[in-house]
């Protein structure tokens, strides 16, 4: 080799390069051997003593947002203590107990594990005690989940107290008497601010780590994540929740974590912006919660829809619940309460069910009638009730001579029975066919009922000897029909709108977190029209006077809907609930739209237990309207302004 052949040169400068290099030769050879010989069963010791645990990363989940950017879900920074069991201070205090407790005596394996299981505990109950201690508020530490933790999660830290407030978080940080192990955290919090308001919309969450997509299926760890169970939270529950890192945590033989690297960092859920307006949302939650003081067994629904494109502006449902009770654990006493099953909290009636119309049906009827030629100026004289072959049908308005005008503000069955036999039932059920009733709205949302008319497929089928008596109880919205309140919002819809039925828009728009910004007043969006009423624009303009009669009118049932500024357009009904030839319950409904001269809003309310639609449901109306007012007065500066810049 070139070196030993200048070592046997006669040339001193190359010699000492020469051992120079032969010398660290042999030092990097001895090094080689030593590594890969003498301490290689030390490394391979220390390879079966460490391995790697992975661990799933939930991400932070998008907010829903009403149409002016204001949060009905969101996510809170939550203040946590946890303890990391491998520091090494609280190790330390382990041995030592542990050791003492021995005595130096050589015990039984059995018997050493369960003295070191006890003595562990003890250790950290201590450390927790002295947390407590320092909060100024009692802290204990539960045993079995304590031994949980250690057996299968021990490289994870154990949540110690959760949702500290800030005087016990300046209590900690400020503390030099703090135990060891324990460090100060964040993690973010689902809440619903709002609590009860539009929380049928919303739905709710529940715990479930599962793997989605194509994330990894297999996990050492899973921290806490959750996934929607009902409402926006479970329809767009992909689209909220992003995408879960990943990252991997190097333990040691006993399991403790010895340093941990990210693999997959977390991506964000979107935000979802709804068309609800969140003032509209709440007025309409508080008149419905009015009417149950009143009457605490009441249930009940309330939409507001803009008839210009089909946006939900509220859609509210009565009772209600919180959302917020399934974050942390829902209690057997508070599960007991949401399954009542007289009251049914969860139940959202805004758009599931089908509930009996009643006298909002009339206007079906209505458009029927006047389409097949019925004169609304020849006089028909009730005698206070129908008579249908033998069968003799009551009449809540009083009898005398009626017009159309009339009989549709005073709502005389009699009338209404008599121009709908004269259409005949084909005719009544095709304008409800063109409306869409018995079909769902395509809103989106988890369960959307068809709820139910009785088309003659539908009769073919379940009822095939249809009588006239049917099609009188179908008249005066009793009998094989049913609705749901967003139905009777796009029927109402069409009517103010021309005869435009249209699809109900709740979901405005998806965007990712960073892009949050939204106007407060943004151009209106198009109109997704369904279907086309197959009706003139004269019998639409005598239906439309007749609604603004029943509310205007001193004798009109709707006159409690009143609200100053605006002409409100409505029609009262009142169904009863039977239980064989006995009745047990009564929903009342007020449908309406305003303005008259110009229709921007239609608003719905339907109160099962109500005293009669205006009695109950006119009065919540009116709330509604008025805060229809409020908004587009506070709007009407920012509109100026931006029409001003353009």
């Not at 946590?80 to 015990?107: T, V």
């Not at 959760?162 to 460090?183: D, K």
């Not at 419905?288 to 009143?294: G, K, P, S």
């Not at 509310?551 to 029609?571: F, L, M, S």
């Amino acid at each position: 080799m070139l070196v030993f052949d200048q070592l046997k040169k006669n040339d001193p400068p190359m010699r000492v390069i020469a051992w120079v290099a032969a010398a660290g030769l042999f030092v990097l050879l001895a090094g080689l051997w030593y590594v890969q010989v003498v301490s290689s069963h030390r490394y391979v010791e220390n390879l079966k003593n460490q391995s790697f645990r992975t661990v799933r990363l939930p991400a932070l989940r998008g907010k829903i947002l009403d149409r002016r950017g204001a949060e009905l879900a969101e996510n809170v920074p939550s203040y946590n203590i946890s303890l990391y069991l491998e520091d090494p201070a609280l190790r330390a205090q382990f041995q030592k107990q542990f050791q003492a407790a021995k005595g130096g005596r050589k015990l039984p394996r059995a018997q050493s594990s369960e003295l070191a299981r006890a003595t562990r505990y003890q250790v950290v109950s201590n450390a927790v005690q002295q947390l407590g201690r320092v909060l100024q508020q009692p802290v204990t530490l539960d045993a079995a989940r304590f031994q949980t933790h250690y057996q299968q999660s021990l490289a994870l830290p154990l949540p110690v107290v959760t949702g500290l407030n800030q005087l016990q978080i300046a209590r900690f940080q400020e503390s030099s008497s703090n135990p060891p192990g324990l460090e100060l955290e964040v993690q973010p919090l689902r809440v619903y601010p709002r609590r009860t308001s539009a929380a049928h919309v919303l739905g709710h969450l529940k715990r479930n780590e599962d793997s989605v997509g194509d994330e990894d299926a297999f996990y050492n760890y899973r921290l806490p994540d959750f996934t929607g169970v009902a409402g926006i939270e479970a329809m767009f529950d992909e689209n909220l929740r992003g995408r879960a890192g990943a990252k991997s945590v190097l333990v040691n033989n006993l399991g403790y974590r010895q340093s941990e690297t990210t693999w997959t960092p977390v991506e964000a859920g979107q935000n979802v912006f709804l068309t609800l307006d969140l003032a509209v949302q709440q007025a309409a939650d508080r008149a419905l919660a009015e009417a149950r003081t009143r009457h605490p067994q009441t249930r009940g629904a309330a939409v507001v829809l803009d008839v210009r494109n089909g946006d939900v502006l509220a859609l509210a449902s009565s009772p209600a619940y919180d959302p917020n009770l399934f974050i942390g654990g829902i209690s057997h006493a508070e599960w007991a309460v949401l399954s009542d099953p007289e009251l049914h909290p969860m139940l959202n009636r805004a758009v599931y069910g089908g509930f009996p119309p009643g006298s909002i049906f009339k206007m079906v009827v209505a458009l029927a009638a006047l389409e097949s030629g019925w004169n609304p100026t020849n006089v028909f004289r009730s005698t206070g009730h129908a008579m249908v072959g033998n069968r003799h049908i009551a009449d809540t308005a009083p009898a005398g001579d009626y017009d159309f005008r009339r009989a549709f503000k005073l709502s005389s069955n009699a009338y209404f029975i008599e121009c709908g036999l004269a259409a005949g039932v084909d005719k009544i059920l095709a304008v409800g066919q063109r409306l869409h009733l018995g079909e769902r709205t395509g809103l989106t949302l988890r369960p959307d009922s068809p709820a139910l008319l009785p088309t003659r497929e539908w009769q073919h089928e379940n009822k095939p000897a249809w009588r006239d008596g049917d099609t009188a109880n179908l008249c005066i919205g009793q009998g094989e029909v049913t609705v749901t309140p967003l139905q009777v919002a796009v029927m109402t819809a069409a009517v103010a709108n021309g005869g435009k039925v249209l699809w109900p828009r709740l979901v405005e728009k998806v965007r990712a977190q960073e892009l949050v910004g939204t106007p407060a007043v943004r151009a209106a969006s198009p109109a997704r029209v369904r279907d086309e009423l197959p009706v003139s624009a004269r019998t639409l303009e005598i239906v439309r006077e007749a609604m603004l009669a029943d509310v205007e009118d001193a004798d009109g049932t709707g006159r409690h809907a009143t609200v100053p500024g605006w002409r409100v357009c409505g029609k009262t009904g009142t169904a009863q609930l039977m239980k064989g030839r006995t009745v047990v319950d009564h929903v009342t409904w007020f449908t309406s739209f305003a303005p008259y001269e110009q229709p921007r809003y239609a608003v719905v309310v339907m109160v099962e237990g109500g005293s009669s639609g205006g009695g109950t449901c006119a009065p919540a109306a009116r709330k509604i309207y008025e805060a229809l007012q409020k908004m587009e007065k506070a709007d009407a500066p920012k509109a100026a302004t931006l029409a001003g810049t353009n």
